[in-house]
């Protein structure tokens, strides 16, 4: 069997092997010091964020994102040998310097990659998003939170209509506008609560990680280590907006938390299986022979665009399956059929 590892995939993968290996080669102290373990905990959580963060990186193969998280990786290294020495006021500057670059490099990642798949990740979080705060909503009866949530429902959806159709540049552009519209609702919801009300959600949220943590072991999946680094970044910045002022994004992103924990608990850390992304290839193929001949015969431009992306993100699909990202590959396969429903419906 020929290996699929590329010339290019080495750096990543020795870089891998290095954040793992440092996952699990903290050194350990003769004493028990409050100071010690507290930035002990610091860098072992970074040591997972850079796991996540390489994950992340590796999807977008943005080369400035890689040589940066390369970065993060030796600041990390270095913050573990001056903990092993015992200088903690350094090692936790460094840790901190080596967290600073690995957000960076989620960020240059992020800024990397294509529209199409930035608006696909906006679909998952604004459903999550609005099913949160549609609950706080109706509990807390708030008439105005409501207004604003159902005016986001209908931008959120003809966002979905127009990036279904190919115009990704308006969707985000309308998916802007539903965000706006969510965050003035968490900001009414927010202010309804209090500031100790979100303290309280802060602290359960924290609690929630916790116990997630606990329960798992010392041996988690990659896939646990990774939503758990997810909603722990995503607490930490519900926080930094409740201090800059922002009670309503800070109510969103506690609720990102809770909803990327849950996902653990509820199993749905395993992700999709192969077989499964088999399947949705296989319905893919019949559905789209079928349509074939109807598509060319309608002459129908747009039906015919429709068609050929689609086609195109099922080979996306297929070959982020047998590169093993079946997260990236259902996503993919996914857009695949809704884009064959579009030119369906077109060609009635």
């Given at each position: 069997?020929?290996?699929?590892?590329?010339?290019?995939s080495?750096p990543?993968?020795?870089m891998?092997?290095?954040?793992?290996v440092?996952?699990?080669?903290?050194?350990?102290?003769?004493?028990?010091?409050?100071?010690g373990?507290?930035?002990?905990?610091?860098?072992?959580?970074?040591?997972?964020?850079l796991?996540?963060?390489?994950?992340?990186?590796?999807e977008?193969?943005?080369?400035p994102?890689?040589?940066v998280?390369?970065?993060?990786?030796?600041?990390?290294?270095r913050?573990?040998?001056?903990?092993?020495?015992?200088?903690?006021?350094?090692?936790?500057?460094v840790?901190?310097?080596?967290?600073?670059?690995?957000?960076?490099?989620?960020?240059?990642?992020?800024?990397s990659?294509?529209?199409e798949?930035?608006?696909?990740?906006?679909?998952?979080?604004?459903?999550?998003?609005y099913a949160?705060l549609?609950e706080?909503?109706?509990e807390a009866?708030?008439e105005?939170?409501?207004?604003f949530?159902?005016?986001?429902?209908?931008?959120g959806?003809?966002?979905?209509?127009?990036?279904?159709?190919?115009?990704?540049?308006?969707a985000?552009?309308?998916?802007e506008?539903?965000?706006?519209?969510?965050?003035?609702?968490?900001r009414l919801?927010?202010?309804?609560?209090?500031?100790?009300?979100?303290?309280?959600?802060?602290?359960?949220?924290?609690?929630?990680?916790d116990?997630?943590?606990?329960?798992?072991?010392?041996?988690?999946?990659?896939?646990?280590?990774?939503l758990?680094?997810?909603?722990?970044?995503?607490?930490?910045?519900?926080?930094?907006?409740?201090d800059?002022g922002?009670?309503?994004?800070?109510?969103?992103?506690?609720?990102?938390?809770?909803?990327?924990v849950?996902?653990?608990?509820?199993g749905?850390?395993?992700?999709?299986?192969?077989?499964?992304?088999?399947?949705?290839l296989?319905?893919?193929?019949g559905?789209?022979?079928?349509?074939?001949?109807?598509?060319?015969?309608?002459?129908?431009?747009?039906a015919?665009?429709?068609?050929d992306?689609?086609?195109?993100l099922?080979e996306?699909?297929?070959?982020?399956?047998?590169?093993?990202?079946?997260?990236?590959?259902?996503?993919q396969?996914?857009?695949a059929h809704?884009?064959?429903?579009?030119?369906?419906?077109?060609?009635r």
């Amino acid at each position: 069997m020929r290996s699929c590892i590329s010339k290019k995939s080495l750096p990543l993968l020795a870089m891998s092997a290095l954040v793992v290996v440092a996952m699990f080669t903290a050194p350990a102290t003769s004493q028990a010091q409050p100071a010690g373990d507290s930035v002990r905990n610091y860098i072992e959580r970074t040591a997972e964020l850079l796991l996540w963060s390489h994950e992340l990186v590796r999807e977008t193969e943005s080369s400035p994102a890689r040589r940066v998280l390369e970065q993060a990786v030796e600041l990390h290294r270095r913050s573990l040998r001056l903990l092993e020495n015992g200088k903690l006021n350094e090692a936790l500057a460094v840790g901190r310097r080596a967290r600073d670059a690995m957000w960076h490099s989620v960020r240059i990642a992020r800024e990397s990659m294509g529209l199409e798949e930035r608006i696909r990740i906006r679909v998952e979080r604004f459903r999550d998003q609005y099913a949160n705060l549609m609950e706080r909503a109706r509990e807390a009866r708030d008439e105005q939170a409501l207004s604003f949530l159902e005016r986001a429902r209908h931008q959120g959806s003809r966002a979905q209509d127009l990036y279904r159709q190919g115009d990704f540049k308006l969707a985000w552009k309308l998916f802007e506008q539903a965000n706006d519209l969510m965050n003035r609702s968490a900001r009414l919801l927010a202010d309804h609560g209090g500031r100790d009300h979100l303290e309280q959600e802060f602290e359960r949220a924290a609690d929630l990680i916790d116990q997630t943590k606990g329960r798992l072991g010392s041996n988690p999946t990659q896939r646990q280590r990774q939503l758990l680094a997810e909603a722990e970044e995503a607490l930490q910045r519900a926080r930094q907006a409740f201090d800059q002022g922002q009670p309503g994004r800070a109510l969103q992103m506690v609720n990102l938390s809770n909803n990327l924990v849950r996902r653990v608990s509820y199993g749905e850390e395993k992700g999709p299986t192969g077989n499964s992304i088999s399947r949705q290839l296989d319905r893919f193929d019949g559905r789209a022979d079928r349509l074939a001949d109807p598509v060319r015969e309608s002459g129908s431009e747009q039906a015919r665009k429709m068609y050929d992306r689609a086609l195109g993100l099922r080979e996306r699909s297929a070959a982020a399956r047998k590169s093993g990202d079946n997260e990236l590959a259902l996503r993919q396969i996914k857009s695949a059929h809704d884009l064959l429903h579009q030119a369906e419906k077109l060609i009635r």
